[in-house]
């Protein structure tokens, strides 16, 4: 398997994350009030991911890197967890470019 996207329910709300093929998360999703948004957020990430001006690569208050996929309107897709380098991002990144496009959807909810 070459990665996947959980789709969850938590209560009466919904996010996804993107696993790569050994099942670490790439990226997570914000919160959700439908399935059908969190399902929308899959389909902007399947878009949006090859692209890399989509990537904001960022570090995190205790210097860590991490990254934030947006969508064309800038609008935030997911969030990476964060990285011990800034080269594990950037592989994290490449990951996401890679897997991104094609995973399949595992329906948690």
Do not use: C, H, W
Not at 20 to 49: C, D, M
Not at 73 to 93: H, K, L, Q
Request: aromatic share 8%; no cysteine.
């Amino acid at each position: 398997m070459a990665g996947r996207y959980l789709l969850r329910r938590s209560g009466t709300q919904y996010d996804f994350v993107l696993q790569a093929a050994n099942y670490q998360t790439l990226i997570t999703s914000e919160r959700y009030t439908t399935k059908q948004s969190a399902e929308a957020g899959i389909a902007s990430v399947r878009v949006n991911s090859p692209n890399d001006a989509r990537y904001n690569r960022l570090t995190a208050k205790d210097g860590s890197p991490y990254f934030v996929l947006k969508a064309a309107n800038g609008e935030p897709i997911g969030t990476s967890e964060t990285y011990s380098s800034t080269g594990a991002r950037d592989g994290g990144i490449e990951a996401t470019k890679t897997v991104g496009p094609t995973a399949p959807v595992v329906d948690e909810t």
